[in-house]
Nanobody, 123 residues
Framework: VQLQASGGGLVQAGGSLRLSCAAS????????MGWFRQAPGKEREFVAT????????YYADSAKGRFTISRDNAKNTVYLQMNSLKPEDTAVYYC?????????????????WGQGTQVTVSS
């Protein structure tokens, strides 16, 4: 699976961004999809994941109530809608794909990574 993330940018605190991750290659609908992020000087951390069917989602505490993950299996794309952004959300955001719902929810190493997209939130 090849993953291509896009949609990052510079936004003021309180603003919104929508990230997209387009997948190609193997059957997208068979994969659990997730978003991770890495801030400067910090380790990469889990943000959100969505089941292959789209029926279940799971979020890091930092994302709950502000971020929404969704997917369109017909378009082979997963999205991350980010609202009420804070300066501490500044990071490189990565999409990932994995065959295991358990693995993604527990932040185990995904099978596939996309390249990152930079999100910068100014105060």
């Amino acid at each position: 699976v090849q993953l291509q993330a896009s949609g990052g940018g510079l936004v003021q605190a309180g603003g919104s961004l929508r990230l997209s991750c387009a997948a190609s290659g193997r059957t997208f609908s068979r994969y659990v999809m997730g978003w991770f992020r890495q801030a400067p000087g910090k380790e990469r951390e889990f943000v959100a994941t969505i089941h292959w069917s789209g029926s279940s989602t799971y979020y890091a505490d930092s994302a709950k109530g502000r971020f929404t993950i969704s997917r369109d299996n017909a378009k082979n794309t997963v999205y991350l809608q980010m609202n009420s952004l804070k300066p501490e959300d500044t990071a490189v955001y990565y999409c990932a794909a994995d065959s295991s719902w358990y693995g993604m929810r527990n932040s185990l190493e995904p099978d596939y990574w996309g390249q990152g997209t930079q999100v910068t939130v100014s105060s």
